[in-house]
């Protein structure tokens, strides 16, 4: 499942972000950094499927990215299932118009 997070809604005083997702995304991190992981603002955060920072991943490019998921799946053997969250578009589409 991907999570798209606007830093400054985590990290800002004022930002809308709930506490309790505060807290796990810090708690994600601290155990990122116990294990010497690289830390950033631009980084994909890999969870074990008990829930631990197994790794975080920079900005590699996708041949680096899918390489390194193929890895995950060998080592942890998920058992296939339906997605958590339905598949679809990431972004909504609007229509364009050339104004040139």
Do not use: W
């Amino acid at each position: 499942m991907c999570v798209y997070l606007v830093n400054e809604e985590y990290y800002n005083q004022d930002g809308r972000a709930p506490a309790e997702e505060r807290a796990e995304l810090q708690r994600i991190q601290q155990e990122g950094s116990d294990k010497k992981l690289p830390i950033g603002m631009v980084r994909v955060f890999v969870l074990s499927p008990d829930g631990h920072t197994y790794d975080i991943l920079g900005s590699g490019g996708t041949a680096d990215t899918l390489a390194f998921l193929a890895g995950a799946v060998e080592q942890f053997r998920p058992t296939p299932g339906k997605p958590v969250v339905a598949p679809a578009a990431q972004a909504a589409t609007t229509a364009f118009r050339d104004s040139r």
